[in-house]
């Protein structure tokens, strides 16, 4: 069954680092764009990055820009997210997603169409 699968989430203190992987299984993505969501309890889920196709481009969200880097590896299917001076603001379930599209994507959730079950991220102060 394809489907996207997350790990490397955990507890770690704020100013901590945490590197997300994102395996895919009866997906081949290399033709789309990637993306990492987030959403804490009680609040709308939010873009955190994307990355196209061919790693070339990336984009991210303000509140994660300097901070957090996505990469791929479409040799190995993966797709990363390296967090690093972690805030308690930061805590979330962090979702892989791939995009409805092959050659454009955009921030907005409704534009992915996979998306994994998520790990959770939690930053202690």
């Known amino acids: 069954q394809a489907r996207l699968v997350e790990s490397g989430g955990g507890l770690v203190q704020e100013g901590g680092s945490l590197r997300l992987s994102c395996a895919a299984f009866?997906?081949?993505?290399?033709?789309?764009?990637m993306a990492w969501f987030r959403q804490a309890p009680g609040k709308e889920r939010e873009f955190v990055a994307l990355?196209?196709?061919?790693?070339?481009?990336?984009y991210y969200a303000d509140s994660v820009k300097g901070r957090f880097t996505i990469s791929r590896d479409n040799v190995k299917n993966m797709v990363y997210l390296q967090m690093s001076s972690l805030r308690p603001e930061d805590t979330a379930n962090y979702y892989c997603?791939?995009?409805?599209?092959?050659?454009?994507?955009?921030?907005?959730?409704?534009?992915?169409?996979?998306w994994g079950q998520g790990t959770q991220v939690t930053v202690s102060s």
């Open positions: 997603v791939r995009s409805i599209r092959t050659y454009y994507t955009g921030r907005s959730s409704s534009e992915y169409n996979y």
């Open positions: 009866g997906l081949q993505n290399s033709m789309w764009p």
């Open positions: 990355v196209t196709r061919n790693g070339g481009t990336t």
